[in-house]
């Protein structure tokens, strides 16, 4: 049995930090070294998942990086890691928040993202930058559709009340500081 007062209490963590989107820089700090804080937050998310000896690379421009997010040699010891810690805190949330309510709490974090995060990558800011448009538009989803998956990830472990040391909060961490982490290939996690 759902206990009503838990449950209200964690969707309005998710309501917080669905409204906390709209203020996000998405994106700003790509093309940029990474900062000591970015690269503390990267250490901490690749040792957090699993993968501490994981080289980090900071991608240095937007073809780079479509052209790692289109590699189809991820390490998938990564994406299984990232998938059970996914299903795990799915089942955790279940335990104490209605089905409905958390399918629409998180569909509004996702819906809130994509549109923020689209326009925060908008035609226009960055298409003096590449020769092929329909690549970079391939690209532009592709990236949009990481910050949603991200922002999903977090908000789930708001909806499971787990620790904010999580690897998922730790990752969009690297969001809210207008980064766009890739993932990791081979030993390497790329971070745009």
């Known amino acids: 049995m ?3 007062e838990i449950e209200i209490i964690r969707l309005t963590h998710i309501a917080k930090f669905t409204k906390k989107i709209l203020d996000i820089d998405w994106f700003s700090r790509t093309n940029q070294p990474l900062s000591n804080h970015e690269k503390e937050l990267s250490e901490k998310y690749i040792s957090a998942i699993g993968f501490p000896e994981a080289n980090i690379s900071n991608v240095p421009g937007w073809s780079e990086a479509a052209g790692i ?11 299984e890691a990232e998938e059970q810690l996914r299903s795990a805190l799915l089942a955790q949330s279940l335990e104490s928040i209605n089905d409905n309510e958390l399918s629409h709490a998180l569909n509004h974090v996702t819906t809130q993202t994509a549109g923020q995060s689209l326009e925060a990558v908008a035609f226009d800011k960055f298409a003096e930058e590449l020769d092929d448009l329909d690549y970079y538009q391939s690209f532009v989803n592709a990236a949009a559709g990481m910050a949603i998956a991200s922002a999903y990830q977090a908000a ?3 909806s499971a009340s787990a620790h904010q040391d999580h690897p998922f ?11 766009l982490p890739l993932g990791i290939i081979g030993n390497t996690f790329s971070i745009f």
């Open 156 to 158: 789930l472990v708001l």
């Open 2 to 4: 759902i206990d009503q």
């Open 69 to 79: 997010a289109e590699n189809p040699n991820w390490n998938s010891n990564w994406w």
């Open 169 to 179: 909060s730790l990752k969009f961490q690297l969001f809210e500081n207008g980064r």
